[in-house]
């Protein structure tokens, strides 16, 4: 598909609402990458629904700087706690072990990180490209409100097996981040690369990871948010160069206006990440994941009816 002038890729007004939806739904355990697929579909954004799955658009590359403004929102948000993770990782390499908690959960981050990263790089490309449909999002979006509210009962059955057999249980009897194992991370880490269909949260599958394991829903969210950052980085290097030079856009006009955009996207992303992560971090200390489960299931199956009858702009 070959973009010429005339074709109008992105608004700065979509770019702002694309930039506050991922912003919300990036944290919000109800995926980001769903609702981009979805939301331009429901508004009519006839040209943004025209680029948004063909396989050698710039949509996958401006899609990964929505998410790289929603993760420096994390790092602006968990600024301490990142500089505590890097001197701690400094200290394991000089003594050659992990003891205090700091020491342990950078290892549990890095090794979590490294399946998802060899997995995104594989899958990325052919998986958003196949499932970036809207009816494909808004059936996986049902799947995960399923998924979420099913993460209730693996939080109360893993609460009472990990109570009688571990150890490093809270006085309510759940698990402290630090005491999970690093076997453990990377089952978890895998998990997160089914985030890679739109429709999956990334956040909701690492919770749910987290939950089963025994950990809290305050306890699995921080560690959700703090393992989102380091791959969504790391995919807006590699992706950089599409969105500077996108190779099926041959007017200069036309790749200002995206970059432009982009970055307003993700700047808008930032800013309501800060505000989102806040909200969440308060909420999950004595609330569940069953709202945004419902919502995903109720919302998926409205856009599924909707895509049925109206059908794509």
Known sequence: MLITAATSLISIGQAIILGFLQGVTELFPVSSLGHTV????????HNIVAWQSHAESPWLAFVVMLHVGSAIGLLIYFWRDWIELIKAFFVTLSKRRAETPSERL???LIIA???VGILGLVLEHPLRTLFAKPIWAAIFLIINGLILIAAERFRRNANVRELARREGLTPEGYRDLDTMSYQEAAIIG????TALIAGISRDGVVMTSGLARGLDNAQAARFAFLMATPPILAAGIVKLGDL???PTVHSHHLIAQLQIAAVVAAAVAAVTA????????KYFEKR?????GVYCIGFGILMVIFTTVVGAP
């Open 244 to 246: 500077l030079h996108p």
């Open 274 to 281: 800060v505000v989102t992560v806040h909200f969440l971090t």
């Open 190 to 193: 895998t998990a997160q690369s």
């Open 38 to 45: 979805l939301f331009p579909t429901l508004f009519r954004w």
């Open 288 to 292: 569940n994941l069953i709202p945004f």
């Open 113 to 115: 990180t490294i399946p």
């Open 106 to 108: 950078v290892w549990l």
